[in-house]
């Protein structure tokens, strides 16, 4: 999903009160990507919609193929607002503060490194849990980071997951 089509989601989102978060990791490529595509998955039917952001990213770069394959071994489809399989890695900026309700860190040293970027933006920022990084690891390793993520995202919004069985 190019930047236009993020921004045209995001602000045709809040012009519908849908809450919007972002996913924060460091390379923008597993940990993020897999946060925003289960918030999207699991929130849309409660108008939440996600997106993520790297602190330290190769700009463009695609979503780890294991990162796609346990989106997808959860029965995680990519389609629509939540196509994952044509995420490209970006860059968290300020403007990102702008276009959400809240900030997900995926660990406490990747909230620390917003804090101490963006200080006024604090209180936007939530740890969502101290998610492992599986990067260049086996997808058994890519699913148990998964799971971390969905045990994160249930402690924050069980709600959504009332239906799961």
Do not use: W
């Not at 925003?36 to 997106?51: D, K, Q, R, S, V």
């Not at 276009?99 to 920022?125: Q, T």
């Not at 799971?147 to 997951?161: N, R």
Request: with cysteine; aromatic share 10%; hydrophobic share 40%.
């Amino acid at each position: 999903m190019q930047t236009e089509e993020i921004t045209f989601h995001i602000k045709d989102a809040r012009t519908k009160d849908i809450r919007v978060y972002c996913f924060v990791c460091t390379g923008n490529t597993c940990r993020s990507p897999m946060g925003e595509a289960l918030l999207n998955h699991y929130g849309a039917p409660y108008g939440i919609f996600a997106f993520s952001r790297g602190i330290a990213v190769m700009p463009g770069a695609p979503i780890s193929e294991n990162a796609a394959a346990a989106l997808s071994a959860a029965g995680i489809v990519s389609e629509g607002r939540n196509d994952y399989l044509s995420h490209r890695a970006m860059q968290f900026s300020k403007e990102d503060f702008e276009r959400c309700d809240g900030v997900f860190a995926i660990s406490p040293s990747h909230a620390h490194a917003l804090m101490l970027a963006f200080p006024e933006y604090a209180g936007k920022i939530r740890v969502l849990g101290d998610i492992a990084d599986p990067f260049g690891g086996s997808l058994d390793d890519y699913t148990a980071c998964l799971g971390d993520i969905k045990e994160g995202i249930k402690a924050v919004f069980p709600y959504i997951f009332e239906d799961e069985n």
